[in-house]
């Protein structure tokens, strides 16, 4: 039997507002609780997770690899919350490994143009690992191959679909970092050496790996001031980092490579003058999960006979674009489907329209 609040005899009954205000209060407590409930909740989760995160060795090593993550963007600062600050300051070290030159020329031998003429210009080719989907694209002759400015306008830096309409370029892809302190991705200033047709555009980051070519086309990476770039001959370099494989030899043989999983680019080039360019896919969109590590970038730079590769600069700028469209799936959220950058590297369909760019 269910029971019933009596109203004592002779009284009056409550009047609408009593009861509005009574209904009020009730909603308020019901409210309150529930709010009480999920508040225990959350903090019952985020101890749980703590716990896992920090004593669990499985939940140790997806924590730090959550945390390469978010260092390698332009969020470090978030890294912070779930790092000790111990690895916090080895995170940061693995992301500036100590720059090695390559320093073995003779190991690239460039195809004379005459076994290069009848093949494509480029070659793409999807590809796909555990957690990304990408893109591989190879360049036969390394001289068709040029580091190009963006146009600035009011802040913004280029789309590359936008470089290669004003430049005639059949391809291209991202290259340098650039400065983000608003966080609007408008990439008019880069991060780190650009240096073009001999002349320094932007000044040397210190620690950063430069990557340029020769005018023969040999790929060169290292430690080089602008004095020694010219004395090697080299037309157009940029900066970034980490590299890759140099002469030969994979320089990631431990872990992941300290930076997480997510969208990549990189370049290389085989001993034959071949250049490789990389671009994978992450953060869910192409089709892939979280993207690539480094390591994986590396491996298949190897898997495609890179004698030197390095990456460029990842995240929401890793873009490949050819005849005037975007190839891959990049992150940005740019109504438009790419990031505006400071610079790219294109490729051309002849050296002579290359040498005009």
């Not at 430049?167 to 609007?184: I, L, M, Q, W, Y």
């Not at 892939?288 to 590396?298: L, Y």
Request: net charge positive; aromatic share 6%; hydrophobic share 40%.
């Amino acid at each position: 039997m269910q029971s019933r609040t009596m109203m004592p005899q002779g009284a009056a009954p409550p009047s609408r507002r009593m009861r509005r205000r009574e209904a009020k209060r009730q909603r308020r407590r019901v409210w309150r609780n529930r709010m009480l409930v999920a508040t225990a909740a959350m903090m019952a989760t985020a101890g749980g997770l703590v716990g896992v995160g920090f004593g669990t060795p499985w939940g140790n090593d997806a924590r730090l690899v959550l945390a390469e993550t978010i260092i390698s963007t332009r969020h470090a600062y978030l890294a912070r919350y779930i790092t000790t600050d111990a690895e916090y300051r080895k995170l940061m070290e693995q992301l500036n490994p100590v720059v090695v030159n390559s320093e073995k020329p003779d190991l690239i031998q460039v195809q004379p143009v005459s076994q290069t003429v009848d093949r494509p210009v480029v070659e793409i080719q999807p590809v796909s690992g555990d957690g990304y989907t990408g893109y591989v694209m190879q360049v036969h002759n390394p001289r068709l191959v040029r580091l190009v400015a963006a146009r600035v306008v009011a802040g913004k830096g280029e789309y590359v679909t936008d470089m290669l309409q004003r430049t005639g370029a059949v391809a291209g892809t991202n290259a340098s970092g650039f400065e983000d302190p608003k966080g609007e991705g408008w990439g008019g200033v880069p991060v780190g050496l650009e240096y073009i047709d001999g002349k320094v555009l932007n000044p040397p980051q210190p620690g950063w790996t430069t990557v340029g070519f020769t005018k023969d086309g040999i790929l060169v990476m290292g430690d080089y001031t602008v004095a020694q770039l010219r004395q090697l001959g080299v037309r157009d370099a940029m900066q970034f980092h980490p590299e890759l494989v140099v002469d030969g030899k994979p320089m990631i043989t431990e872990g992941d490579g300290g930076w997480g999983y997510g969208p990549r680019t990189a370049i290389g080039q085989a001993k034959d003058g071949t250049v490789i360019f990389v671009v994978i896919n992450g953060r869910f969109h192409g089709g892939s999960g979280m993207g690539a590590s480094q390591r994986q970038v590396m491996d298949l730079m190897l898997q495609y006979g890179a004698v030197n590769a390095c990456a460029m600069d990842g995240g929401s700028s890793s873009v490949l674009a050819y005849e005037g469209k975007v190839v891959n799936a990049p992150s940005t959220l740019d109504p438009n489907g790419q990031r505006h950058l400071p610079d790219a590297w294109l490729v051309f369909p002849t050296e002579a329209s290359a040498d005009l760019a």
